[in-house]
């Protein structure tokens, strides 16, 4: 199933505004996303850039969103843990919560991807994109995504 991720602050494909890179405010952009399955018992937000010249670049790892989420606010905590059960996980600067794009050079496409699970992942804050996408295999029941670009 196909989840279709928007948000109020970039169109699909569009650019992202320096609010929510590390030009601007490096605030979280809202996202929101259609319903998910029957069988969700959470969902996980994780926001990369494959333009990177060192490969990936994770940008932001949130897990555990009850499965009733449909929203995220901008800017998002970097708390460990959230009052709703969520977890931060740690992104490629080393830190918790959301590390906006800081492109070396060049158009960089940012992916915002969405996936609902039919298990709370049994993970500690401050785990790795490797940590969670690994808990997460043969447990997606839908996903999508949101790409926007942004250039320095």
């Keep these: 199933m196909k989840l279709e991720v928007k948000s109020t602050a970039f169109q699909s494909g ?26 969700t018992k959470s969902i996980t937000v994780i926001s990369d850039d494959p333009d990177a ?11 555990n969103l009850p499965p009733d989420t449909r929203e995220l606010e901008q800017g998002i905590q970097s708390y460990k843990t959230h009052s709703n059960g969520s977890i931060h996980g ?46 997460m295999r043969g447990h997606i029941l839908a996903q999508g995504e949101l790409m926007g670009k942004y250039r320095r």
């Design 14 to 39: 569009g650019m992202i505004p320096s609010q929510y890179t590390c030009d601007g405010r490096n605030i979280s952009p809202q996202l929101s996303w259609s319903e998910v399955p029957k069988g």
């Design 53 to 63: 010249p060192m490969g990936t670049w994770i940008h932001w790892v949130l897990f």
């Design 90 to 135: 740690v992104n490629d600067f080393g830190r918790m919560g959301y590390g906006g794009p800081c492109p070396p050079g060049g158009t960089h496409r940012y992916f915002f991807k969405v996936y609902a699970i039919d298990q709370v992942l049994l993970l500690q804050p401050g785990s790795t994109n490797r940590d969670v996408t690994n808990a």
